[in-house]
């Protein structure tokens, strides 16, 4: 659609959002994209990075609050993007806050999450939110591929409105392994270091 | 002659020259056999392909005129400078004045070409910029590496805008017998055509006959017998091509051996200050994308000095 095009467009000119895959190639199978999280273009940047062929079949995850926010966020975010919100104040215990997402993957799409939450104000992760670890566990075969983004946190510092035109690179990794047994922290520790392991 | 078939005359010269050096890099392709000379092949490859959109620009620049021209410069500063500030270290504290650089000073600067003000495109950047900068910065309230932070943002501007902006700046130039029959346009060929030919040619010199290093550390390519043999030959191309210029034959041999000198020093300098920030070239330190400062550092260096001789001894 017309405002995606618009919105990879502008992506491009200001951060040119180069994708660079790492010891490995751009996959059809279905996975979860997760990357480091410095700024509000990060979301973006990450999708416009993939191949339009996968990014057909990709949504990113977005929180609520902001890119649900206004009307002009949410028509932009959901026709610009295709995001999937989830709710992340979770003031009604009783529903699944990753609901959301166990619906995408379900219906055979793939996800972009960014693990720790929020964003960061330094270019490295800080510890990645369980998230990630649970849906692992309820979709064992979808696969993990990390990613790293360089330079957003320079872009677009936490408290600016609009990103500086700053060449970033989106490195993408090779799938996670799988560990049989393999406890939740150690899982994502281990998830972490592979994003870092990019920068 | 009039603009147009001396433009004709020239862009078909221009083409069939590019046509054989695509044929013979073809050629050289095929017989390459050892890493090396793949290498310096691919090298000349890339030059060549580089001149092919050159001159398919240049051509719609002709077409579409002045203003299309600027908008194009202008987008060339734009990714310089982009590609400039990506390789510097700055912090979050310099957010509003590049903010600014990019939004405000590179348009203005453009403009101020556009509407014709010399007075004030002239010293712009190197007033108000300078000034400015610094200024937006402090607000920000970080003072650690100050003076390094911002000195290295007054540079890139001043690099991959101010000193860019003086090729297309050449259109407003007012020559008598030359200016009003719309020939300005190829004055910018010329100051381009010259700097693209003597880096070429000092590095086929180079290649065949290169053996004392002039700066090796900054640059390892440049050698003297290169830069002697690749300036005269390029200084030969300029005054042959005395007849697309305002000047005659020797003062045409002149001009180019300016634009040799300056961008010589300029491929120098900005060499300097790449390696000084870690990169080999400005286009593979940053992945995927870049190389526009890789050819444009020449010419930040002869446009500004080339306008201004122009305009010294060839205007009222």
């Given at each position: 659609m017309w405002l995606s095009e618009l919105l990879i467009g502008s992506v491009r000119l200001l951060v040119g959002a180069y994708p660079r895959w790492v010891r490995s190639a751009p996959s059809a199978a279905q996975g979860i994209y997760f990357a480091n999280h410095s700024s509000h273009m990060d979301t973006l940047v990450l999708w416009s990075a993939l191949p339009p062929e996968l990014r057909r079949q990709t949504r990113p995850v977005a929180a609520k609050d902001y890119w649900g926010g206004s009307a002009f966020h949410r028509y932009v975010s959901g026709k610009g993007f295709n995001v999937v919100l989830i709710e992340r104040a979770r003031e009604d215990r009783s529903v699944d806050p990753?609901?959301?997402?166990?619906?995408?993957?379900?219906?055979?799409?793939?996800?972009?999450?960014?693990?720790?939450?929020?964003?960061?104000?330094?270019?490295?992760?800080?510890?990645?939110?369980?998230?990630?670890?649970?849906?692992?566990?309820?979709?064992?075969?979808?696969?993990?591929?990390?990613?790293?983004?360089?330079n957003l946190h320079r872009s677009m510092p936490k408290g600016t409105f609009f990103p500086l035109p700053l060449i970033c690179t989106v490195r993408f990794g090779a799938p996670l392994a799988t560990i049989e047994n393999e406890s939740k922290e150690n899982f994502l520790e281990r998830a972490r270091r592979e994003v870092m392991a990019l920068a | 002659m009039n603009v147009q078939p001396k433009f004709y005359w020239l862009i078909g010269g221009v083409v069939v020259l590019l046509f054989i050096a695509t044929v013979i890099g073809m050629l050289l392709k095929m017989r390459a056999t050892t890493d090396s000379s793949r290498t310096v092949v691919d090298n000349l490859n890339q030059r060549t392909r580089a001149w092919w959109s050159m001159i398919a620009i240049f051509v719609l620049a002709f077409f579409i005129g002045r203003n299309a021209t600027?908008?194009?410069?202008?987008?060339?500063?734009?990714?310089?400078?982009?590609?400039?500030?990506?390789?510097?270290?700055?912090?979050?504290?310099?957010?509003?004045?590049?903010?600014?650089?990019?939004?405000?000073?590179?348009?203005?600067?453009?403009?101020?070409?556009?509407i014709d003000w010399y007075a004030l495109f002239s010293i712009f950047i190197p007033v108000y910029g300078f000034l400015l900068l610094p200024a937006f910065a402090a607000l920000a309230g970080d003072v650690e590496d100050f003076l390094a932070r911002i000195a290295k943002i007054q540079w890139g501007v001043m690099i991959a805008v101010y000193c860019v902006s003086h090729a297309p700046a050449l259109l407003l130039l007012d020559v008598p017998g030359y200016s009003e029959s719309g020939q300005n346009v190829l004055l910018l060929f010329y100051l381009l055509l010259i700097v693209q030919m003597s880096d070429v040619m000092q590095y086929v010199f180079g290649k065949l006959f290169g053996k004392t290093k002039i700066a090796p550390v900054v640059s390892p390519s440049k050698t003297v017998e290169g830069f002697i043999g690749g300036g005269a030959s390029a200084v030969a191309i300029g005054a042959a091509?005395?007849?697309?210029?305002?000047?005659?034959?020797?003062?045409?041999?002149?001009?180019?051996?300016?634009?040799?000198?300056?961008?010589?020093?300029?491929?120098?300098?900005?060499?300097?200050?790449?390696?000084?920030?870690?990169?080999?070239?400005?286009?593979?330190?940053?992945?995927?994308?870049?190389?526009?400062?890789?050819?444009?550092?020449?010419?930040?260096?002869?446009?500004?000095?080339?306008?201004?001789?122009?305009?010294?001894?060839?205007?009222?």
């Amino acid at each position: 659609m017309w405002l995606s095009e618009l919105l990879i467009g502008s992506v491009r000119l200001l951060v040119g959002a180069y994708p660079r895959w790492v010891r490995s190639a751009p996959s059809a199978a279905q996975g979860i994209y997760f990357a480091n999280h410095s700024s509000h273009m990060d979301t973006l940047v990450l999708w416009s990075a993939l191949p339009p062929e996968l990014r057909r079949q990709t949504r990113p995850v977005a929180a609520k609050d902001y890119w649900g926010g206004s009307a002009f966020h949410r028509y932009v975010s959901g026709k610009g993007f295709n995001v999937v919100l989830i709710e992340r104040a979770r003031e009604d215990r009783s529903v699944d806050p990753l609901q959301p997402l166990y619906d995408v993957l379900s219906s055979g799409q793939s996800l972009i999450i960014f693990p720790e939450g929020t964003r960061k104000p330094q270019a490295l992760p800080d510890p990645f939110k369980s998230g990630l670890y649970h849906l692992s566990q309820r979709f064992p075969n979808v696969e993990l591929v990390p990613v790293y983004l360089e330079n957003l946190h320079r872009s677009m510092p936490k408290g600016t409105f609009f990103p500086l035109p700053l060449i970033c690179t989106v490195r993408f990794g090779a799938p996670l392994a799988t560990i049989e047994n393999e406890s939740k922290e150690n899982f994502l520790e281990r998830a972490r270091r592979e994003v870092m392991a990019l920068a | 002659m009039n603009v147009q078939p001396k433009f004709y005359w020239l862009i078909g010269g221009v083409v069939v020259l590019l046509f054989i050096a695509t044929v013979i890099g073809m050629l050289l392709k095929m017989r390459a056999t050892t890493d090396s000379s793949r290498t310096v092949v691919d090298n000349l490859n890339q030059r060549t392909r580089a001149w092919w959109s050159m001159i398919a620009i240049f051509v719609l620049a002709f077409f579409i005129g002045r203003n299309a021209t600027l908008v194009l410069f202008g987008i060339i500063s734009f990714l310089a400078l982009r590609e400039f500030i990506t390789l510097t270290p700055t912090k979050s504290g310099d957010y509003y004045p590049l903010a600014l650089s990019f939004f405000l000073l590179v348009p203005l600067q453009y403009y101020l070409i556009g509407i014709d003000w010399y007075a004030l495109f002239s010293i712009f950047i190197p007033v108000y910029g300078f000034l400015l900068l610094p200024a937006f910065a402090a607000l920000a309230g970080d003072v650690e590496d100050f003076l390094a932070r911002i000195a290295k943002i007054q540079w890139g501007v001043m690099i991959a805008v101010y000193c860019v902006s003086h090729a297309p700046a050449l259109l407003l130039l007012d020559v008598p017998g030359y200016s009003e029959s719309g020939q300005n346009v190829l004055l910018l060929f010329y100051l381009l055509l010259i700097v693209q030919m003597s880096d070429v040619m000092q590095y086929v010199f180079g290649k065949l006959f290169g053996k004392t290093k002039i700066a090796p550390v900054v640059s390892p390519s440049k050698t003297v017998e290169g830069f002697i043999g690749g300036g005269a030959s390029a200084v030969a191309i300029g005054a042959a091509m005395w007849w697309i210029t305002p000047f005659t034959p020797l003062q045409s041999a002149g001009m180019a051996l300016i634009i040799v000198l300056m961008g010589f020093f300029g491929g120098l300098a900005l060499s300097a200050i790449k390696r000084s920030l870690g990169a080999k070239d400005w286009g593979t330190m940053i992945e995927g994308h870049g190389g526009v400062m890789d050819r444009m550092d020449s010419v930040s260096f002869a446009a500004p000095i080339f306008f201004h001789v122009t305009r010294y001894y060839f205007t009222p």
